[in-house]
């Protein structure tokens, strides 16, 4: 598989973004520890290939480079090129940086070693919580960088650049060779699976990450999410149901005492201090609920009673933290308390919720830590809806048939409350509603599509769904589903949460029409995404819902969704 203009290479936690505007590496990432660059000069591209041995250039001045990494080992070639590369690194818990006698450049940072051996001498400059590098070069110059294991290997990759490209080669056609041919029809679908099983990586000896899992996008997102780690499993369970079953892992090993299972769980602690301002792996919050969902998806594809009885206990707790501390007014409907832990995350849904909690923080003082007025979110108490169910399946299914009625019985009263609380006859729509008075927010999201997925909706209530899915005034847009409807006022198509177009929107909405019996209106969907996606070969974390044009991070997991539809599709 060729791809031209694709910059963007990884391997374990190594991963390299090429310089867009000119010569060099414009990132290269060492997992959460380590990122700098090294930047020549700007100039005219001629051409630009990316394949599974890795990125190739060559410039209008007679330059060339070539990229590519196999684990945590990455090699960078530059020739015919005279001029001076310069980088900044950051170093996450930065040790130092020293120069050893054989040229190479060993980093200290917080997780262990990181080492850069060049072709030639550079010169090196501690700066603050890292340090810059500039080399003046002609003619050619080499560059590899390791960490880990891989250390020991550099001097290989520095001699010899076929070194690392025939590993790379060997290593991703055996990952692909796993995949069902069937399922490799087009270019979009090969693009697709390498997304999904390249972003796959192992931290070694690491207190929270202790188990093999995928980044969201090596380039941008580079340690574990929630409801990305269940999606992730999602499709995965299609390529090996065990693989799939460890991805969730470390999301049931995480489980904090009181039920809670975290939002994320990152590789560095300084990371995650930094931008949490919380002394652990984990932050406060959780994430949608979506991991019941995984798992059924998961041992539906192969069951495995070792693996439900974990999952049952874990799932059983953190519904039970949901009932403790998300349900203050008792009415089997469940609140987010921050907008980063919706998954949506600068969302107009919330707007006003924050408004709120701002101007007066005092009236919210029951809730504990919260950032907004708690909102009970449509999308939200949708899949605690589908937990429920998961949890009595599973529960029946390992012989608990008492823990099973208890549960459908949430899950009928968690049901009815939406249909009762959330639904508007006037506008033929679901809402969220804050929790303090069920006032509706009367902000037109795909969120409202959850209930067709969850199945929480009534027949006549998804016919008046389907009806603004498919209106072009609203969500039937270029790259369909913004995540806001194109009518609403604070509709932005380039907006983060705010109008761009997400996979994950496009998957629930897509099963939901296959469950209420709308399998041409699915596939008319399914349709319209696989043609904006192949147009640009891209599997982006999000679109322009105006235009399809490719944004946010680059070979992101979820958007690999695409591959469990497009499955569906075929009946599989």
């Avoid at 006037?426 to 599509?449: S, W």
């Avoid at 067709?452 to 270029?478: D, K, P, Y």
Wanted: charged share 25%; glycine share 10%.
């Amino acid at each position: 598989m060729r791809i031209a203009g694709k910059n963007e290479i990884s391997g374990n936690i190594m991963s390299i973004v090429m310089n867009r505007d000119g010569i060099g590496l414009g990132r290269i990432f060492y997992g959460e520890y380590v990122e700098g660059g090294l930047i020549g000069e700007a100039g005219k591209l001629l051409s630009s290939v990316w394949d599974f041995g890795g990125v190739r250039r060559r410039w209008g001045n007679g330059a060339s480079e070539f990229a590519s990494i196999y684990g945590d080992l990455a090699i960078y070639v530059l020739r015919g090129y005279n001029g001076t590369l310069k980088g900044m690194f950051k170093v996450r818990g930065f040790g130092g940086a020293n120069e050893l006698n054989d040229g190479s450049i060993d980093v200290k940072h917080e997780g262990g070693v990181f080492r850069i051996k060049p072709s030639q001498g550079v010169e090196v400059n501690i700066a603050g919580d890292g340090f810059e590098i500039k080399v003046n070069t002609s003619g050619e110059f080499k560059v590899a960088f390791a960490g880990g294991d891989y250390v020991n290997s550099i001097d290989s990759a520095l001699r010899d650049e076929g070194y690392v490209e025939t590993r790379r080669r060997y290593w991703l056609n055996a990952l692909m060779n796993g995949v069902d041919g069937r399922y490799l029809r087009t270019d979009l679908m090969r693009l697709c699976w390498y997304v999904i099983l390249t972003n796959r990586c192992v931290v070694k000896n690491h207190p929270a990450l202790r188990l093999p899992f995928n980044m969201p996008s090596k380039y941008v997102f580079r340690h574990q999410w929630l409801w990305d780690s269940s999606f992730h499993a999602i499709v995965l369970r299609h390529y090996d149901p065990r693989t799939a079953m460890e991805e969730l892992e470390n999301l049931l090993l995480n489980q904090k005492p009181d039920g809670r299972i975290p939002h994320e769980i990152f590789m560095s602690k300084e990371a995650c201090r930094s931008f949490w301002g919380i002394d652990d792996y984990s932050p406060w919050t959780t994430q949608p609920p979506v991991l019941a969902v995984a798992v059924d998806a998961v041992l539906s594809k192969a069951w495995n009673s070792e693996f439900a009885e974990r999952a049952l206990k874990v799932l059983v707790k953190y519904d039970e933290w949901f009932r403790a501390g998300r349900d203050v007014d008792s009415d089997y409907l469940y609140s987010y308390l921050d907008p980063l832990e919706s998954g949506w995350d600068d969302s107009p849904r919330w707007d006003e919720a924050i408004g709120m909690f701002k101007a007066n923080p005092g009236r919210y003082g029951k809730y504990g830590k919260l950032t907004m007025a708690p909102v009970e979110a449509v999308d939200l108490n949708s899949l605690i809806y589908l937990q429920r169910r998961v949890i009595a399946k599973l529960a029946r299914r390992l012989g608990d048939p008492g823990l099973a009625d208890e549960y459908d019985d949430l899950a009928d009263k968690t049901a009815e409350s939406i249909r009762r609380v959330m639904w508007s006859d006037v506008d033929g729509f679901f809402y969220d509603a804050y929790e303090e008075d069920h006032r509706l927010i009367k902000v037109k999201t795909p969120a409202a599509f959850l209930t067709l997925f969850a199945g929480v909706a009534t027949a006549e209530q998804a016919e008046r769904l389907v009806s603004h899915l498919f209106n072009v005034r609203e969500f039937w847009t270029t790259f369909p589903l913004p995540s806001v409807s194109a009518d609403e006022k604070t509709y932005d198509p380039t907006g983060y949460w705010r109008g761009r177009a997400w996979l994950n929107l496009v998957w629930f909405t897509y099963h939901g029409l296959r469950n209420y019996g709308y399998f041409n209106e699915a596939s008319r969907l399914l349709n319209r995404v696989i043609e904006v996606m192949s147009s640009s070969m891209t599997c982006n974390e999000n679109y322009n819902s105006r235009t399809g044009e490719p944004m946010g991070a680059t070979d992101f997991g979820w958007s690999t969704l695409v591959l469990d539809m497009v499955i569906s599709e075929a009946g599989s």
